[in-house]
């Protein structure tokens, strides 16, 4: 966009404008561009023409945290530029940006000799923003809150579940010991597994609530751990009349195998509950597709609710189920993306949903 036609140009009088647009410079900058950093001396007002820009400030432990962003016909450090205070936050271009920037004493000149409607407008702006950035911080410290409380939540259980699960590994490690036929090894194989699992799952949650998602990587073949995930799971899809249907290309992976088998289970547990008790299709189907490996996940169930498909990934995200922590879907994304892949959806009411989980190969 041009200057002349920019918000913050047209709150001034329009003999004023010509003046204002005259006292900018505007610039060009590439991605990544530092335009101020935090704590820095204010001498200007930035008017965005276009591209994106990003707000952080740096947190505890020195890494920057997003705090908001401001594009096209927005402007941004007219706080430090009103109060004369350091810049509260660094402000750094997401995309290549075109900026025109007017220099601090200039236009606070030019505000000076302002009628009392351009300073309101000007106040408007800044108490919707201030607004704003409030409600956004609310809602940081509720999810961070939120993630704290589960995190004390899976503490616990891990450590109330030990010793239950220390029993019924111990009995079934006797059963096995007492009972040498291959059914009843087979079985028993199984009701470790399980065990194994559970333990590994409520760890994840810990681990997924400290904010980490350490991979412990070593190279394996999908289709014997998708074969593994089938068998594990086989009795419970019975009971609730699941059709499963398995295939998978020869695919060598380098990852974490039983966090991916978490991938699996978050995702087709959703299907499964999605799908009820009068059951349905489940297709489960992994192909390589150039430098990656494709996995997608087909049910025949309601869909995903329109209402929180846009925010499906977000923590906390749960719809009509009792019980429902809204965390399956955020746990099977970030150890998607610890592995430098990427989860996509669709989905239509009536007619089912289907995932793809893209990998890269070895
Ligand atoms: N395949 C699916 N079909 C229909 N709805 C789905 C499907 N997968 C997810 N959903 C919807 O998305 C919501 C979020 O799923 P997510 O796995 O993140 O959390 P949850 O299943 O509610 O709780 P949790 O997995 O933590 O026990 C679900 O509550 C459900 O409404
Ligand atoms: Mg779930």
């Not at 609530?209 to 593994?228: C, D, I, M, P, V």
């Amino acid at each position: 966009m041009d200057l002349e036609s920019h918000r913050f140009i047209s709150y001034f009088l329009p003999d004023q404008r010509p003046e204002l647009c005259h006292s900018a410079t505007i610039e060009k900058f590439p991605p990544g561009t530092v335009i101020f950093e935090e704590n820095e001396k204010p001498d200007a007002l930035y008017l965005v023409l276009d591209g994106k820009i990003e707000f952080s400030k740096r947190g505890g432990l020195g890494q920057y945290q997003n705090v908001a962003w401001a594009e096209e016909n927005d402007f941004f450090g007219e706080f430090g530029v009103l109060d004369g205070q350091p810049r509260s936050a660094r402000a750094v271009t997401c995309t290549s940006a075109t900026i025109a920037k007017i220099p601090r004493d200039r236009l606070m000149d030019i505000l000076e000799r302002s009628p009392g409607k351009v300073v309101l407008q000007l106040f408007h702006h800044i108490i919707h923003y201030l607004r704003l950035t409030t409600e956004q911080y609310v809602n940081q410290m509720v999810h961070k809150h939120k993630m704290m409380a589960v995190g004390e939540m899976a503490n616990t259980i891990i450590h109330d579940l030990k010793s239950p699960f220390t029993g019924i590994s111990l009995a079934n490690s006797m059963l096995k010991d007492l009972h040498q036929d291959e059914e009843t090894q087979e079985w028993c194989n199984l009701i470790q597994a399980q065990i194994t699992q559970m333990v590994v799952m409520t760890e994840e949650i810990l681990e997924f609530t400290r904010g980490k998602a350490t991979l412990n990587q070593k190279t394996f073949n999908l289709g014997e751990s998708l074969e593994k995930f089938q068998r594990l799971n086989f009795i419970y899809w019975n009971q609730h009349n699941i059709n499963f249907i398995l295939r998978c290309d020869n695919i060598i992976l380098n990852g974490d195998e039983n966090k991916l088998m978490r991938v699996w289970q978050n995702l087709v547990g959703n299907a499964v509950e999605a799908l009820d008790e009068q059951g349905g299709q489940i297709v489960l189907i992994a192909a390589k597709l150039g430098q990656d490996a494709l996995i997608k996940i087909s049910d025949s169930g309601p869909g995903i609710p329109e209402a929180i498909q846009s925010r499906l990934f977000d923590p906390f995200v749960t719809y009509g189920k009792r019980g429902g922590t809204g965390l399956g879907t955020a746990i099977a994304l970030s150890i998607v993306e610890a592995h430098g892949g990427d989860i996509t959806f669709e989905s239509q009411a009536g007619k089912g949903t289907t995932f793809y989980i893209r990998l890269p190969l070895c």
